[in-house]
């Protein structure tokens, strides 16, 4: 096994580990530090994303291991981090849907191009989409009282939100020919 799948694979075993400090009520053992670990966790797995591909891609060391598991460990490390933090009424549930429903249906997409041979790649959109949902979740789980932090957060999370959106309708747009090639 290469090092790109590697990182992959240590990515998805750190998803427990986050999950376990982000819901896991420590503060009567370890104080705030339980919210500082799974923040450390989860920029660290996300590192991991990005070290990942450009390793299998700079070092031609692309598998079909790899794509199949880097994305699907990507979702599974926001999803989990989405649905801890609806849980703990850091953020509406209906943001939680907007996003894991983009990923539903890219998901789908993607499973209908690889059956008809076609791979898409990740557009532009979709980095800055990943990019702000990794920077919402960390100011979500910090969880700072500042006022201007608050703002700060809540302009980031719209920003994600729509970029999901614009993202989700950029991709449908350019491969939309793709379900019609499935069709017998």
């Known amino acids: 096994m290469n090092l790109p799948n590697k990182l992959t694979l ?5 998803i427990p580990f986050f999950v376990f400090f982000l ?14 670990i799974s923040v450390a966790l989860f920029i660290v797995a996300s590192m991991t994303d990005w070290f ?13 291991f790899g794509k199949f598991m880097d994305p699907l460990a990507d979702k599974l490390l926001v999803c989990s981090a989405l649905i801890c933090l609806c849980n703990q009424g850091k953020l509406a549930a209906w943001i939680v849907i907007i996003i894991i429903s983009r990923e539903f249906i890219i998901s789908g997409f993607r499973l209908v191009a690889s059956d008809n041979g076609v791979v ?41 939100v729509a970029l999901t959106v614009i993202s ?7 491969n939309w020919e793709i379900i019609g090639k499935g069709e017998k």
């Open 23 to 36: 819901l896991v009520d420590l503060s009567s053992q370890i104080g705030e530090a339980g919210k500082y």
């Open 120 to 160: 898409i790649a990740a557009s532009y959109w979709g980095k800055f989409k990943t990019t702000f949902q990794m920077f919402m979740i960390i100011l979500l789980i910090l969880d700072f009282s500042n006022q201007y932090v608050r703002y700060l957060t809540a302009t980031v999370t719209y920003i994600a």
């Open 10 to 14: 240590i990515r998805v075993i750190m």
């Open 52 to 64: 990942d591909g450009y390793l299998a891609r700079k070092n031609n060391l692309v598998t079909n």
């Open 168 to 174: 989700l309708v950029d991709y449908l747009m350019k």
